[in-house]
């Protein structure tokens, strides 16, 4: 099993921000919101001066599913929300991966937390193909 669900677009950087937009857009059409966002260039350059590729990690949250998964363990928020990452990759193209919340919820031996990660599974790994047929 693979950390992350992803697609790599047949895109530049010159879309880095129509590809953010559209991420934002499809993961809200499937109940995800953003509850956090890390744009890593502009950090570590503030931080410490290093130069990256354009880099965002954003905190995606499904509010139904959060509140089931808390409910069922409450230490699981450790491993929430939900990372959804944009970058630019060595060969210039936009990359977009979700967590794969399967591989990160197998550390608990939870049967309906593993349940609940099988369905929030299949709405990311639907949600990076609708992201890559809208650049297909």
Known sequence: MSLVITTELNVGYDKFDEVEKVT???LAEHGFGILTEIDAKETLKKKIGAEIRPYKILGACNPPFAH???ILVPEIGALLPCNVIIYENEKGKIVV????????MSVVKVDKLNELADEVY???KTSIKEIENKFS
């Not at 991966?97 to 990160?104: C, D, G, L």
């Open 122 to 124: 299949e709405i990311m």
């Open 97 to 104: 991966s979700a967590m794969n919340p399967k591989e990160a």
């Open 68 to 70: 089931k998964a808390i």
């Open 24 to 26: 934002r857009e499809v």
